[in-house]
């Protein structure tokens, strides 16, 4: 289990940096479709590796994703706390430090959103990226720690919340660094909906999407 979290982790990063710049550099594909494309790979790759843990974990939880306070309790509180405290830190980098902490990621969504099909901005942002992402940052990183082991679980769910906002953020860019912050907040509360519901990456696939089904809107929408 920890060599197949090793080697999703390996993966992921290949396959979203350097097929992405093979795709773009060598046979012109535009940097949007590039993204697309790199997103429908892995999800196939993921969903491959992850097939069965990811299908036992959502009959596991059936009924309670589908039960209304569950969802509002354990799903969405937590995602509209990591909000507020993305909004929060935003204002007071800008405030304190006269620094503009929100990423460039959230420009390239937009463009991607102008560039592609619609259905197909969606599918990659609510469906691929969840799934891929929540495989990769949470199931693959402590879905294997004994829960008994409190410092190694610690430690590996710190690491997980790192990774996931450095992720999205273009560190090769020494401006960008400051814009990890902006994805802590969201990053702790996938982690801690993932570890309060039993591991069950079921659940922090389902707030994944449901966060970005809202942010894809209100980006269509300009509201953000």
Not at 60 to 70: A, C, V
Not at 178 to 196: D, G, N, Q
């Amino acid at each position: 289990m920890i060599m197949k979290g090793l080697f999703s982790l390996l993966i992921f990063f290949a396959i979203n940096h350097g097929l992405w710049d093979y795709l773009v550099l060598t046979h012109n594909v535009s940097p949007e479709w590039a993204s697309f494309y790199v997103y429908l790979i892995l999800a196939v790759i993921i969903a491959y590796l992850y097939k069965n843990p990811i299908l036992e974990s959502f009959r596991t939880m059936k009924d309670k994703l589908t039960d209304p306070p569950f969802l509002l309790k354990k799903i969405c509180l937590p995602m509209l706390i990591g909000y507020i405290g993305t909004i929060l830190i935003s204002n007071l980098m800008g405030l304190i430090f006269d620094i503009n902490i929100l990423p460039q990621n959230t420009e390239n969504i937009k463009q991607v959103q102008d560039a592609i099909p619609l259905v197909f901005t969606f599918l990659m942002m609510s469906a691929f990226a969840p799934l891929i992402e929540e495989a990769v940052f949470r199931e693959a990183l402590l879905g294997w720690v004994d829960k008994e082991k409190r410092s190694l679980l610690f430690a590996l769910a710190t690491l997980s919340v790192i990774f996931f906002a450095a992720m999205h953020v273009d560190l090769t860019n020494p401006k960008n660094i400051a814009s990890v912050i902006y994805y802590l907040p969201l990053s702790i509360a996938l982690t801690h909906i993932y570890l309060k519901n039993g591991s069950q990456v079921s659940t922090s696939i389902v707030a994944h999407a449901i966060t970005n089904l809202f942010a894809s809107f209100f980006m269509l929408f300009e509201l953000i």
